[in-house]
Every structure is written in C-alpha cells, then in structure tokens.
Nanobody, 119 residues
C-alpha cells in the first residue's frame, strides 16, 4: 500500500521559515504540495517532475521544492512566510503526466501537516 507521510509543519511568525518533508513508500514521477485553508479550495503550491519544477505565483521566489530520490522524499522549503500561507499542507503523488496543479489528477495523498503563520 502506497503511503505518503508529511512532517515539518508548525507555527512561525511572519518572515520565518519552515521545511516540509514528504516520505513515500514508492517512487513517483510527479510529486507535489497542495494547501487548503478553511473555507477555501485546495490549491497547488509546487510540483516536481524529474528536473522540472512548478510553482504557484503566490509562492514563487519564496518556496523551493526539491527531492531526494534515494530517500523517496520530497521537500518544500518555505521562506519569508506570510500569514496568508497558513493552511493544511498536503503531499500528493501520481505516476503519469498531466496538469501539475490539478488535485483531481493525483492518486495518492498524505494526511496533511498544519502550517500557521502569525503576523
């Protein structure tokens, strides 16, 4: 059974940094991070496919997605955090190409890790 396990969430003041990790029990071509704030739709934050990375406009220049294939782990380094970044962050994975920020196209999801940024 495929599992994605996130870690690294927490509370931080605006301007601070956090690094999220997602360890998978299987190898995937596509891995991504999504987030969902209360009352809002789940939105794509960043994705990685081989050497290609994709970012939401709202996080470009502040967040960096990377992966360690040997460890089957994907990371999300989040710098210059803002209160509007507060949300539950989910790791997602799939084996086939598609639209990077479409949650319907991901087959596997982690349980989520909470990120809270205070002003």
């Amino acid at each position: 059974q495929v599992q994605l396990v996130e870690s690294g969430g927490g509370s931080v003041q605006a301007g601070g940094s956090l690094r999220l990790s997602c360890e998978a029990t299987s190898s995937f071509y596509y891995m991504a991070w999504f987030r969902q704030a209360p009352g809002k739709e789940r939105e794509g934050v960043a994705a990685i496919w081989h050497v290609y990375t994709y970012y939401a406009d709202s996080v470009k220049g502040r967040f960096t997605i990377s992966q360690d294939n040997a460890k089957k782990t994907v990371y999300l380094q989040m710098n210059s955090l803002k209160p509007e970044d507060s949300a539950m962050y989910y790791c997602a994975a799939r084996r086939y190409a598609g639209t990077w920020n479409s949650p319907e196209q991901y087959n596997y999801w982690g349980q989520g890790t909470q990120v809270t940024v205070s002003s």
